[in-house]
T-cell receptor, first 111, second 112 residues
Framework: QKEVEQNSGPLSVPEGAIASLNCTYS??????FFWYRQYSGKSPELIMF????GDKEDGRFTAQLNKASQYVSLLIRDSQPSDSATYLC???????????FGAGTRLFVKA | DVKVTQSSRYLVKRTGEKVFLECVQD?????MFWYRQDPGLGLRLIYF???????EKGDIPEGYSVSREKKERFSLILESASTNQTSMYLC???????????FGPGTRLTVL
């Protein structure tokens, strides 16, 4: 069974620090990797996606993918209180219809 | 601007009632999904549809059915609502497995 694992947290960082969120997945057939942010009571919204090994940067966010080690991470630089949310890691598979979501990591950014 | 809409934000029903949750997307996406989300359990897939009139069971289909008569609309049906179906229901759509899913705002269903 395909699995996506995340540390449930909560992860607490001070304002201005780097928050590092990690995710591991079980199936080497994985092709697409996504990070979603979900505020309490709201639906998930896409933050980043990554398909290839290496880093992908978008503003304060960097996604890192290492297919050999089967992990994907999200770095948030200069963390702000507004970044406080649950972050979901998601993985799609070649030829598959389902996207597998991790249970999410709760992030608190302290002002 | 992409958009997924759901028929209700909040819904209260009684045990045994038949409940319809509607989802509409305006992006011409092929795939549509219904999830429920409960504290500590994350997102759980109920059903998905990869094309019009096509549907596949997800991880927790028991007590639910779906309908996709048109490409833009995917309905979730609770045949006889029970209290353990009280949850947040999220609809999502995407173009293909390479692409991200876009979520609707969610329907918080309470079954009394």
């Amino acid at each position: 069974q395909k699995e996506v694992e995340q540390n449930s947290g909560p992860l607490s960082v001070p304002e201005g620090a780097i928050a590092s969120l990690n995710c591991t997945y079980s199936d080497r057939g994985s092709q697409s990797f996504f990070w979603y942010r979900q505020y309490s009571g709201k639906s998930p919204e896409l933050i980043m996606f990554i398909y290839s090994n290496g880093d992908k940067e978008d503003g304060r966010f960097t996604a890192q993918l290492n297919k050999a080690s089967q992990y994907v991470s999200l770095l948030i630089r200069d963390s702000q209180p507004s970044d406080s949310a649950t972050y979901l890691c998601a993985v799609s598979y070649t030829g598959g219809f389902k996207t597998i979501f991790g249970a999410g990591t709760r992030l608190f950014v302290k002002a | 601007d992409v958009k997924v809409t759901q028929s209700s934000r909040y819904l209260v029903k009684r045990t045994g009632e038949k409940v319809f949750l509607e989802c509409v997307q305006d992006m011409d996406h092929e795939n549509m999904f219904w999830y429920r989300q409960d504290p500590g359990l994350g997102l759980r897939l109920i059903y998905f549809s990869y094309d019009v009139k096509m549907k596949e069971k997800g991880d927790i289909p028991e007590g639910y059915s779906v309908s996709r008569e048109k490409k833009e609309r995917f309905s979730l049906i609770l045949e006889s609502a029970s209290t353990n179906q009280t949850s947040m229901y999220l609809c999502a759509s995407r173009q293909s497995s390479y692409n991200e899913q876009f979520f609707g705002p969610g329907t918080r269903l309470t079954v009394l």
